[in-house]
């Protein structure tokens, strides 16, 4: 297929996926279940978090998380203390533990009692740099700002280290996004949804290289640039809408 052909291929399977049943298997359900923009972008950055493996776990866990925070993320998160904490001791989602855990929320409530909540650090972030990739490095830098477990620094994507941070370029299409389908949340909007960059893993990853759009072998942060700007040929306002096309031509059909 030459470029032309790809595009309008994706363009039919964007329109196939980006749909409601698609939330039925997705961990965007999770966020989707509030109302608050604080709760929507807390249960959405957890989910994000532990969103490796099989979906159907990711939505048991995250649900499981939930109960633990009485299904009152943005307000459990302001007011819990360290024995509020203890009951997360014992959550565990393929490599991220109890300990994991009780520090991400932590973070998260110094985030919320010093950074303005995870909405305005990003969207203040952005204001400032106006590029995704130093927002993320940003992000980061103040989520390890206190005290933490050496081993939790895995589970937030380092891109100075090449990580193609697909969880959080997955959530932030979440909270930035918005079309008429109404699948993901778009609850942020002082991003430019032109900035997003693509949430790369194995599945949408195989299936660019597939389709030629992707050469590089490595599922990096030079293969999410290397995509990204592929796509923004094809939608230069929204290239990450195509994200519902790759994953579902990869766990949908097995292309």
């Known amino acids: 297929m030459d470029n032309k052909e790809i595009k309008e291929f994706l363009d039919e399977k964007y329109d ?21 923009p604080k709760d929507i972008e807390i249960a959405g950055f957890l ?26 993320p943005y307000e459990f998160i302001t007011e819990a203390d360290d ?7 014992d959550f565990k989602h393929r490599t991220f ?10 973070s998260l409530q110094n985030i919320y ?6 909405g305005s650090l990003f969207q203040n972030s952005y204001k400032k740099k106006k590029d995704i990739p130093a927002v993320l490095k940003e992000f980061r830098n103040i989520f390890f700002e206190i005290p933490h ?21 997955m959530f932030l299409r979440w909270m930035v996004r918005r079309d ?8 942020w909007d002082k991003i430019a949804t032109e900035d997003l960059f693509i949430p790369l893993d194995i599945h949408s990853g195989n299936v ?3 389709l030629g759009l992707l050469k590089r072998k490595q599922n990096d942060w030079h293969a999410v640039e290397e995509l990204t700007g592929k796509l923004r040929k094809f939608d230069p306002h929204d290239p990450v809408k195509y994200d519902f096309a790759l994953f579902g031509l990869g766990v949908f059909e097995n292309f």
């Open 16 to 36: 196939q996926y980006n749909c409601k049943k698609f939330i039925q298997s997705d961990p965007i359900q999770i966020p989707k279940q509030f109302e608050d």
């Open 47 to 72: 989910s994000a978090t532990i969103a490796w493996g099989q979906r159907r776990t990711i939505i048991t866990n995250m649900n499981r998380l939930l109960n633990k925070m009485n299904n009152t």
């Open 83 to 89: 024995d509020d904490l203890i009951e997360f001791s």
């Open 97 to 106: 533990n109890g300990e994991d855990c009780i520090f991400f929320l932590k």
């Open 113 to 118: 009692k010093n950074h303005g909540g995870l």
């Open 149 to 169: 477990p050496a081993r939790t620094q895995k589970h937030v994507a380092d891109i100075s280290k090449k990580s193609s941070a697909k969880r959080l370029n």
């Open 180 to 187: 008429s389908k109404e699948i993901d949340l778009g609850i």
């Open 208 to 210: 660019a290289r597939k």
